[in-house]
């Protein structure tokens, strides 16, 4: 069992930056996948990163890719997500989420672990 406390988020203008942080605790959070999900009102939850449990491989949303970046320090059981030149249609609640994946790494489909969540929301 894993348990994942999101934090970070807030109100920013476009073009700004945030950084949100999920802490791990629980039986072997260090070996699993882990990634970060969004969720605006009205749409699906779609994955925005996600990381290998080394750190060694990343992936991005294409929508994403070259403004975020994916990280994790096993040894604080911490995952983080720089947000770089944010823009209005990032706004969303982002979710973080473990599990063991073999595949399909941004797929929500394929975490059990999931926190309660953090608001991002990016005005123009």
């Known amino acids: 069992q894993v348990q994942l406390v999101e934090s970070g988020g807030g109100s920013v203008q476009a073009g700004g930056s945030l950084r949100l942080s999920c802490a791990a605790s629980?039986?072997?959070?260090?070996?699993?996948?882990m990634g970060w999900f969004r969720q605006a009102p009205g749409k699906e939850r779609e994955g925005v990163a996600a990381i290998s449990a080394s750190g060694g491989s990343t992936y991005y949303a294409a929508s994403v890719k070259g403004r975020f970046t994916i990280s994790r320090d096993n040894a604080k059981n911490t995952l983080y997500l720089q947000m770089n030149s944010l823009k209005p249609e990032d706004t969303a609640m982002y979710y973080c989420a473990a599990d063991f994946v073999r595949w399909g790494a941004l797929s929500p489909h394929n975490y059990n672990y999931w926190g309660q969540g953090t608001q991002v929301t990016v005005s123009s």
């Open positions: 629980g039986y072997a959070a260090s070996r699993y996948y």
